[in-house]
């Protein structure tokens, strides 16, 4: 661990030096990605100083239990007794610090909400939900636009996709992908009887073409005029937009969006992500690492949390969380369930770790 920590020191001491020169500071794009990297390992930097510090005040109090002084040596075990316990805890903290972080977990995403099985009653979770995550977005001070809405018979929303941009959007949002669940006794209910229903999120990195390696020669674009809900230019213009990759076949397409621009923006997305999907899925077949993570796939399929109204509660199925404040969750108080899902998959990582190392 510890050379391990020097090396990253080295790196942090070389991106110091990088950041100050002129050509690098002129180059924009170069400086902002050296800048990030920089700030990124800062945590672990200071991390690393702290323990040199402890280590080396450790030793001091060791080399001072040999002295003829009974002071001293009494001092030395009372110091030992403390700095001891807290190298521990720094040890363990540097431990989850040095899981490799998710490299998309910076990202800003594409969230998309759509109402369920349940009808008029999913397309109102539909809109409570809404509600929920533009709250934590606000709190977050993340910047949101709204590419496309489609609003439900009866209130809520059918289906609305919007953009998400902030720091580490994605490494907080990717554990909300797949089918939430509430049950309640709808407004629509005229016998109080409590009904369940559905809405299902889906949380897709933005992905830069510099990310993902795509030949332009490989792409075939077509343009088509839009159908159903969807906005004014609906059925009106040749706004929709289908890509396909020719190597791999993949086909996206969208037409919910506001122009021909913004619905190949999404379609590109969604190719960029099923690109990605594809390329991790191989690489866990080559490692044999088929185990299901604990946090669910980020499928819309997994049922990942029901909201339950009559008893003020939610429950995440992944990590067997139950809390009893439905009301403030639902006006965006999901930081507690976030990090307890970070703290779980964290804990994950360092048990396939351990595992690695030990075979």
Partial sequence: MVAQLSS?????????????????????????????????LEPLVEAYKKHQNLTANIANAKEMLSDEDDDMRKMAKEELSELVPELENLEEEI?????????????DVIFEIR??????????????????????????????????VNEGSSGGYSKIIIEVVGENVYGKLKFESGAHRVQRIPKTESQGRVHTSAA?????????????????????IDVFRASGAGGQHVNRTESAVRITHLPTGFVT???????????????MQRLYQNLKDAQKLQNQN???????????????SDKIRTYNYPQNRVTDHRINLTLYNLDQIMEGDINGIIESLQVAENAEKMKAREAEEIG
């Fill in 8 to 40: 990253i020191y080295e790196r942090f001491v070389h991106l110091e030096e990088q950041l100050s020169n002129p050509e690098i500071v002129s180059d924009m794009t170069k400086f902002t990605k050296l800048n990030k990297e920089y700030r990124d």
């Fill in 95 to 107: 431990k989850i610090m040095l899981i490799p972080k998710d490299p998309d977990d910076s990202k």
């Fill in 115 to 148: 109402s369920g099985t349940g009808g008029d009653e999913a397309s109102i979770f539909a809109g409570d939900l809404f509600r929920m995550y533009t709250r934590y977005f606000e709190d977050q001070r993340w910047k949101t636009d709204l590419l496309f």
């Fill in 200 to 220: 299902t999120v889906a949380v897709m990195p933005k992905f830069e073409e510099e990310d993902i390696n795509i030949r332009k020669e490989d792409l075939r």
């Fill in 253 to 267: 397409e969208c037409q919910e969006g506001r122009s021909q621009h913004q619905n190949k923006e999404i379609a």
């Fill in 286 to 300: 080559e490692q044999a690492a088929q185990r299901r993570s604990l946090v669910g796939t980020g499928d819309r």
